[in-house]
């Protein structure tokens, strides 16, 4: 297995594959190995991928060598890796695997035999840390034998959680007698004696063979993995009294260990217990009382006594409280002071029993710097082993599982009462909460036996300040066996199984309390450390300090503080804190600034540290590191170079566990930079010492070639050391990439490829990833370049072949520009393009730089020659290059890109140097930096003409006229451009080629807007608007075309053309390939050659007379210039591409239909007539169609055949010439109407349906500018229409009286006729009792008057009642109005129009019957206009009765009134409804009108019932009543009273009332 462990061969054979082209020298096989820090940072990549992946590590796993391809290629064809280095890191980290599988299959892991790159392995895959390990539990189980020769301390090593600790850590400390004897065990065995034996030992040795320990530790580890889970805490650093910082830890390992001793040294308090758990079984209450009780009592007086005890106070309340300040705030509550130290050497008698066991214990009552961070939290397991309740639990599932009872602001659960108290259910499975005191016990009591009860109520009472819990269950297991499932907490009853969970619960709470005092503990050996710290800084800055501040910084140890700083992170680290625990080296690493740092590495001996120390520092081996720092001096000088290193492996080791995969990269890259810078200075103090200690000191009688040699060795060695110092970062740099390509996919390169492997980081990480690679690979270049320099001496800078390609002029720019005719005959001849350049290459013995041999084989090839460097650079700029990209950074990209192009040039691949620059002009055109963009085309047209790239360099040289680089381009340039672009613009090979639109000339087509109308249409299928113009067939089109050129010269093209297609085919190009070609063409525009394109704006024109009608695009503009022609499409501009919708010309044909209209019952005769106009009509037709009623002849029918002729409908045929004119007529008739008002219209309608083209159609077709087209097509209607109406109709008539007995008619007639007609006659006849007067005609001047259709004639007539006819009257029924109209050939019609004069008769009728609508006008008085509520008021009716005695109908006739003719009387009523009221008094009566007096007096009085302002009064109200003569029924009308009441009354409220209280019981 020793060949295993080893960097090289770890197949047991070869490393790998040997490159092919290089010697298989042991020298390269070493070099070959990984380096320590690849190793580490792969296998902690591959760790991680592992864990959020899963699939194991393959020797096919993706090759890191070539990032600029993201995937597998050839290890061979990189200069940078190989493929042994590859394989043999995956195989390292194999092995290492393996030897992480041996400790999960209990396997203890040995790392004597390890060596450190493999250890590297294996810490970085997660073992020796203290996250695994997780924390310590001391068990006390006085039920275990003690094991002879191993101080009694066993551990729980089948956890797979965790690795077995340190044997040492668990050893008694030596620190003197005070604790010794802490935790006494047997040294010998069973056979040892009695009194040497504790307590709580003696106590139980009835049951020394119950092992309780290891039941308890097998369940823990079997059913529960020893791992608690999801337990709360408080952050001690960032939390406060007033605003705690919760969290909660997912997985918790936990180590079970028995009976371990305290430990004394600070910087080892990270290795003892968190907490205590004493098994206490216990029989009986006898029992418990002679035995159990004094020995539980010594154990809890001495851990209290060790460590920081509960305190009373609300903070403990049963969970890890921090400061107020945070961590690095001191505590509250000092500790008591100690009862003897070692220190002190007094004396104290101890006063309590407490203090006095302890003396005897061996320990002082408090805390001591010997009794170390040992752990005052402990848990109390109580195991009952009576018979009888061995019997309960094994029928009711065992005892209880609950907290503890205690106070309230100790922790745990508070009972109420022993049964209410113990039934709640728990909160958590293993101490969910922070806080135990809101947990209630998860199990009832009163399932147990009562002598469990009483045990149990006494452990509460008798240990207040720890936890009891009952785990009976250890007793029930006693016989099953390990693999038995019977035995399995899971398949236990529900309260068996709910005493573990309390268990769990506690331990967890008893731990996070545990945490929290060491925590603090911490904090204050760092202060006291800390105070002396300011003096050693400015010591180590170099800052004079007076004597006392020199003792103060001598006083300060570095080393321990150090040490103590680093277990308080490996405390964080295993509480699952790897945040905090990277805080601490931050902290750390900003304690002293990075020159005090240099200043302790200077002042220590450099030949004491070898490459071994920095393989341990860098290999993260904690427990031999701090070791060493141990043996190195108080101020960590001996030390000091490594610190840093250390600290920073160990940071990455907790980025990793916490899934910083970036992070992991900005920290190295920050370490390898400040790792270099300072071994950079570490070379330059140690050269100038040299150079004083060996040259300053020359004797005079030296000679001066003695002197100048040793200045040049001295000079020399500098520069071997430099480049040692550079390649290490060099390789470095490299490395990480290497080792970041095992996690990252940077899926961002694959354009549409599928991901074999899913992402284990977003997009974003990636990109921040990509960024620290590109800037790691930035300073690799860097690196590369300087080693170069070095390689080649003092002019090393000046004969860098990098450095001279990179310059700011090119070697090939300083020879004359060869036209491009030569240089393609020199081609045909096969001569050389480039002539050589003096001192352009290098000697091989140039090249000869003696590197360390553990230099990576890979940097030491690349100085073997010229070619060798090139070629690295080249692949270590493109790696740069590839990530710079994928974050973002593009501009860097393109800096780098721009050397290698050089770089390219340099070599003479002109084809690489144009392929990188083509990639890369793009990138100055986006930023718009004209001038980096101008030269960047020039590189590129100069190595495109080197390689003879036809095409290539026509279209780069198009490119260079663009006009944004004309005020960076020089003229010459431009003219030697334009030179080789004629030139190259005759070669038939560019023909082949279809040319966009090149920036060396612009086009812009508009199209003359003037009279035509814009609109717009959006295509899908390119996202853009098209800008269509309305325009008809036979319009003539102007297009107009601005042509600027950006060349120096003019040019002769030889055609210019414009692309028309119709919308539709557009659209299949640019779904087919969006390639516009002549064949996809309807119409193409040319203008006439030869054309002279000048330098500048010029306007050229098309024009178009459209003879189809479609919707064309103007799709592309074509330049044709001698074998190229360039094609501007209209998709590709920016502005709206311009449409074209052609509709149909307007047709100039015309029909007419006479006559206007139709008389129903006859025949008349219908003439239809035709005009063509200027359209050729190539086909139509005429069609006749007749409505229901109608009916028509064909034309030319016979006189004969026309009775059997008539039809619905005929159609006849058109075809006509320009200017023609023709004549159709025919014999229509329609059917006499029935009735009045019908709803149907007869009509007949000639529908004439045509296809023409326009006028100019032949003259265009005969030139052959126009394809053949379909002809366009209208539709032409005219129609006659029968009389649906009578010639007039009534719109309105209306009835009203001007006098009793005369009324007014008033009529209104609308003229319906589309012929004007005359008023000829007209006559009025009324039934009775209206009837016309004689002079009640007042129409006279209407005689003869024309109306014209939609006019209304207004009518008026006086007419009078009678009941006689008068003027010889003809009797009707219904009003009736006749009147008589005349057409202009003097044929008369009669209209009889019926009136609707309804309402004026039955006003008529009404009135006849009410002739007497009497009236009473009445005049309310008040007498008085205030008063009080309650007080009557008197009021009077002044009745005005004149209307009653005078009616209407006396004025007609001699005929009486009502009161007179029938006998009526009149009855008055005076009520008070709806008023404010009381009335009293004669309110109602007959009024008397024999007197015949007018007016008639009513007096009553009225009592206000409201306080305030009363508008409302009492009304008055007449009717008639029945004659007492009268025989028949007579219809009496009603009398309308109308009063006129006072403006309003002031009513008061009462102020006094006089009463009289009268008991009820007496009488009077």
Not at 529 to 540: E, G, P, Q
Not at 1002 to 1014: A, G
Not at 1083 to 1106: C, D, H, N, T, Y
């Amino acid at each position: 297995m020793d060949d295993f462990y080893k960097v090289k061969g770890v197949d047991g054979g070869d490393n790998g594959h040997q490159n092919d082209d290089e010697p298989n020298s042991d020298v390269d096989a070493e070099s070959d190995s990984p380096s320590l820090l690849r190793v580490a940072l792969s296998a902690g990549y591959i760790h991680l991928a592992q864990t959020r992946r899963g699939p194991p590590v393959s020797s096919n796993s993706r090759n890191p060598s070539s990032p600029a391809q993201g995937s597998t290629t050839e290890a061979t064809s990189s200069a940078l890796s190989t493929a042994s280095q590859d394989h043999a890191t995956l195989n390292l980290i194999k092995a290492a695997q393996a030897i992480a599988s041996q400790k999960s299959h209990n396997t203890p892991i040995d790392k004597t035999n390890i060596d450190p790159i493999t250890l590297a392995a294996l810490s970085s895959l997660g073992q020796f840390s203290q996250a695994s390990n997780g924390v310590l539990v001391n068990i006390i189980d006085p039920t275990t034998p003690h094991i002879a020769g191993n101080n009694g301390v066993t551990y729980n090593q089948t956890s797979p959680a965790s690795l077995p600790p340190n044997l040492t850590v668990n050893t008694p400390p030596t620190a003197g007698k005070a604790v010794g004897g802490l935790f006494k065990t047997l040294q010998k065995g069973h056979a040892a004696s009695s009194h040497n034996t504790p307590s709580w030992e003696q106590s139980n040795a009835i049951h020394s063979n119950l092992h309780l320990f290891s039941k308890l530790q097998t369940t823990f580890t079997r059913d529960y993995n020893s791992t608690l889970h999801s337990l709360s805490y408080s952050n001690p650093r960032t939390s406060t009294t007033a605003s705690p910082s919760m969290g909660t830890i997912a997985h918790l390992p936990i180590r079970l260990g028995l009976t371990i001793q305290p430990i004394s040294d600070p910087d080892r308090w990270h290795e003892g217990p968190y907490c205590h758990v004493y098994i206490a079984a216990c029989d009986n209450v006898d029992h418990y009382r002679a035995k159990v009780r004094p020995a539980i009592r010594a154990f809890v007086n001495q851990i209290e006594g060790s460590g920081i005890g509960i305190q009373e106070d609300s903070r403990h309340n049963g969970r890890m409280e921090s400061p107020d300040s945070g961590h690095n705030t001191a505590s509250s509550s000092p500790p008591p002071p100690p009862m003897s130290t070692p220190m002190s050497g007094k004396k104290v008698k101890p006063n309590t029993a407490n203090e006095k066991a302890l003396v005897k214990a061996g320990l002082a009552a408090g805390k001591t710097s010997a009794a170390g961070n040992f752990g005052s939290r402990y848990i109390i397991v109580f195991v009952p082993t009576s018979g009888s309740n061995h019997a309960n639990t094994t029928n009711g599932g065992g005892g209880f599982g609950g907290f503890r009872a205690g106070r309230n602001k100790a922790g745990g659960v508070v009972p109420a009462s022993e049964d209410s108290s113990l039934r709640q259910s728990e909160n958590s499975l293993d101490g969910s909460s922070h806080n135990a005191a809101a947990a209630l016990p998860p199990g009832p009591i009163a399932h147990s036996s009562k002598d469990v009860k009483e045990l149990y109520m006494k452990f509460i009472k008798d240990f207040p300040k720890g936890r009891i819990v009952i785990l009976g269950t250890l007793m029930d297991g006693s016989d099953a066996e390990e693999g038995d499932d019977s035995s399995r907490i899971a398949s236990m009853s529900p309260l068996k199984n709910q005493e573990w969970k309390a268990f769990l619960h506690n331990l967890g709470g008893a731990i996070v309390d545990g945490f929290g005092d060491r925590v603090k503990r911490y904090d204050e050996e760092l202060r006291r450390l800390d105070s002396k710290r300011a003096a050693f800084v400015r010591k180590m800055s170099g800052e004079k300090l007076p004597t006392n501040n020199d003792d103060e910084a001598k006083g300060f140890d570095l080393s321990h503080f150090f040490l103590v700083k680093e277990s308080l992170a490996f405390t964080y680290e295993q509480m699952q804190m790897p945040d905090e625990a990277k805080l601490q080296y931050e902290e750390l690493e900003a304690f002293l600034p990075e020159e005090a740092w240099r200043q302790l590495a200077q002042s220590a001996d450099r030949d004491s540290i070898n490459d071994i120390d920095y393989n341990l520092a860098l290999a993260g081996d904690s427990e031999e590191f701090r070791r060493y720092v141990k043996s190195s001096g108080q101020d960590l000088r001996g030390v000091s170079r490594l610190v840093l290193q250390y600290m920073y492996v160990r940071q990455m080791r907790l980025l990793f566990q916490i899934g910083g995969a970036v992070e992991v990269l900005t920290r190295s890259k920050d370490f390898l930079a400040r790792e270099y810078r300072n071994r950079l200075a570490d070379i330059a103090t140690e050269f100038g010492m040299r150079w004083k200690s060996e040259l300053e000191n020359v004797g005079i009688n030296s000679s001066s070639d003695k002197v100048l040699a040793r200045q040049e060795l001295l000079k020399k060695d500098k520069r071997m050391r430099e480049a040692e110092v550079e390649a290490w970062a060099l390789s470095s740099c490299w490395d990480i990439k290497c080792a970041s390509d095992h996690y990252f996919n940077f899926a961002a390169s694959l354009d549409s490829a599928k991901q074999e492997t899913p992402q284990l980081s977003s997009y974003s990480a990636e990109k921040d990833a990509a960024r620290c690679l590109a800037e790691l690979l930035e300073f690799a270049i860097l690196r590369l370049t300087r080693i170069g320099d070095l390689s080649l001496g003092e002019n090393g800078i000046k004969a860098n072949p990098i450095r001279r390609a990179t310059s700011e002029r090119p070697v090939d720019t300083k020879s004359p520009w060869k036209p491009w005719k030569e240089l393609q005959k020199r081609r045909a001849q096969k001569q050389p393009l480039v002539d050589a350049v003096s001192g352009d290459q290098l000697t091989s013995t140039e090249w000869e730089l003696d590197l360390p041999s553990n230099v990576c084989s890979w940097l030491r090839k690349a100085f073997a020659n010229k070619s060798r460097y090139e070629e690295t650079y080249l692949e270590l700029a493109e790696s740069a290059v590839h990530f710079n990209r994928l974050a973002g950074r593009f501009r860097f990209a393109s800096r780098l890109e721009d050397n290698r192009a050089e770089v390219f040039i340099s070599r003479g691949d002109f084809e690489s140097a144009a392929s990188v620059l083509a990639n890369n002009v793009s990138a100055c055109s986006r930023d718009q930096w004209n001038r980096a963009h101008y030269w960047r085309i020039f590189r590129l047209a100069c190595s495109q003409r080197m390689s003879g790239d036809v095409l290539a360099y026509l279209e780069t040289l198009t490119q260079s006229f663009n006009p944004k680089l004309a005020s960076v381009a020089p003229q010459k340039t431009s003219a030697l451009f334009q030179s080789d672009l004629e030139a190259i613009i005759g070669d038939p090979s560019v023909a082949s080629s279809r040319w966009g639109a090149f920036p060396f000339l612009e086009t812009e087509l508009s199209i003359d807007t003037e009279v035509s109308k814009q609109s717009s249409q959006p295509l899908p299928f390119l996202r853009r608007k098209l800008a269509k113009h309305l325009r008809h067939v036979g319009d003539e089109l102007k297009f107009s075309l601005k042509i600027t050129s950006h060349l120096p010269r003019h040019i002769m093209v030889h055609g210019i053309r414009l692309y028309l297609l119709t919308l539709e085919k557009y659209e299949n190009v640019y779904k087919r390939d969006g390639v516009v070609t002549e064949d996809d063409a309807f119409r193409v525009l040319e203008i006439e050659a030869p054309i002279k394109i000048e330098p500048g704006e010029m306007e050229f024109s098309f024009s178009w007379l459209p003879m189809s009608y479609n919707i064309y695009v103007a799709a592309t503009v074509e330049i044709q210039w001698k074998e190229a022609s360039f094609f501007y499409d209209s998709a590709l501009v920016r502005k709206p591409i311009i449409g074209l919708d052609i509709q149909p010309s307007e047709p100039t044909q015309t029909i007419e239909l006479n006559p206007l209209f139709l008389i129903p019952g006859h025949i008349q005769n219908v003439r239809f007539l035709f005009q063509s106009g200027s359209d050729i009509v190539t086909e139509g037709r005429v069609k006749f169609i007749c409505s229901e009623g109608l009916q028509v002849v064909p034309p030319n029918t016979e006189a004969s055949k026309v009775d059997e002729a008539w039809s619905d409908e005929c159609i006849v045929p058109l075809k006509a010439k320009p200017g023609e004119r023709i004549v159709i007529t025919t014999l229509a008739k329609s059917d006499a109407k029935h009735g009045e008002g019908g709803d149907t219209v007869q009509t007949i309608k000639a529908r004439v349906e045509t296809f023409y083209r326009h006028s100019s159609y032949d003259s265009v077709m005969a030139a052959g500018e126009e394809p053949e087209s379909n002809p366009m097509n209208t539709l032409l209607e005219a129609m006659v229409t029968t009389l649906d109406r009578p010639a007039l109709s009534v719109d309105d008539a209306e009835g009203f009286a001007f006098d009793d007995e005369e009324f007014m008619i008033n009529v209104s007639l609308q003229c319906n006729s589309p012929i004007p007609f005359s008023v000829k006659e007209w006559h009025l006849d009324l039934p009775l009792p209206l009837q016309l007067s004689g002079d009640g005609d007042f129409n006279h001047h209407m005689y003869r008057q024309a109306i014209h259709e939609g006019e209304m004639l207004m009518m008026g007539f006086k007419c009078m009642k009678s009941t006689k006819l008068l003027n010889n009257n003809t009797p009707c029924e219904k009003p009736v109005l006749r009147v008589v109209l005349q057409d202009d050939f003097g044929k008369s019609f009669l209209q009889v129009l019926p009136l609707n004069l309804e309402r004026i008769y039955n006003q008529i009728r009404k009135e006849d019957t009410y002739a007497e609508m009497y009236t009473a006008t009445a005049e309310l008085q008040c007498l008085a206009m205030d008063g009080t509520v309650g007080h009557p008021v008197p009021f009077v009716y002044n009745l005005n009765t004149h209307s009653l005695t005078m009616p209407k109908r006396k004025k007609q006739s001699d005929s009486q009134s009502i009161v007179s003719e029938a006998g009526c009387r009149v009855l008055y009523t005076i009520l008070s409804d709806g008023s404010d009221w009381i009335v009293s008094g004669k309110v109602q009566g007959i009024l008397d009108l024999s007197s015949g007096a007018d007016t008639v007096t009513l007096q009553f009085r009225g009592i206000p019932t409201q306080s305030g302002i009363l508008r409302s009064f009492p009304e008055l109200f007449l009717e008639y009543l029945p004659g007492k003569s009268s025989s028949q029924s007579f219809e009496t009308p009603p009398i309308i009273v109308q009063c006129n009441n006072p403006e309003y009354f002031k009513s008061l409220a009462y102020t006094t009332s006089t009463s009289l209280a009268v008991p009820a019981s007496n009488e009077f």
